[in-house]
Structures are given as structure tokens and as C-alpha cells.
């Protein structure tokens, strides 16, 4: 007779295997992943409109161009995250990046952000901008 199972606390693998893709370690699923990601608006003039995110609990503008992102789950040293992204505004797509901001003091629980226009070098605000950030989780 089946049994029915009504919670599962830890799963425990090493391996996790598809019926017809092959297999994979999961040590490249948990370190692997995003730990933390967010899509906001940086309209200019201190306004940042927070948009989908993951492991983040606050955001602030601090300068043109600058904004910190808070995390909930904080990582375990502020060097060991990495921060990726891309801003979308209008016909300019991809015209500006986002970049960790080394001017605003790390944590584990505080990434700095900086959004540059790439012709010119210049922090600049407007536009969507989507960050990704790896590393280990504390």
C-alpha cells in the first residue's frame, strides 16, 4: 500500500538524473544559481521603483546612477558575490550596464549598484534595469 507523505523537511543528493538529458552534480545547482536578482526603474531624480526581485528587502537611490540594494539572506563576504546586469531604456537597448559600485561601502548584506552609459563612462539614470547577483549565501 502507498504511503502518503504530508511534508518532506531535506532532500539529500549528489547527483540528480533526467530520464533522457543525462545526469548533473547538484553541487552546479546550488552553486550554481542566483542567490539574489531584481528588474527596478531608475527614473532619475531619487525615484527608484522596485520592480520583480528575489532575496532583496529594500533598495535605495543614493546618487545619479548609484543605488545599494539590501539582501535578506546575506552572503558570506562582500567579495565573494559577483554582480551582472543590463538596463533597457527605450530605442537604447543595451546601450548602458550595471556594475558593482565600489564607492559605496559592501557588506554581506549590501551590494552597491552603478549604472554607466557604455559610449561615454558616465553614471546616468533612467531606464529598467536588471541585476543579477552570484555567490555563497552565510
Known sequence: RPRIMTSFGTLKADTLTHSTAGSVDTKFSVNGTAKAWEGNNSGGGGSLTAGTSFNISSRTDVDTGKYSLTV????????????DGNVLSGASVNSRVVTVDGQITASTTTIGIRII??????????????????????
Open 72 to 83: 535578506t539572506n546575506a552572503f558570506q563576504n562582500s567579495w565573494g558575490s559577483s554582480v
Open 117 to 138: 552609459t557604455a559610449s561615454t563612462g558616465s553614471v546616468t539614470d533612467g531606464g529598467t534595469s536588471h541585476v543579477i547577483m552570484w555567490g555563497y549565501l552565510a
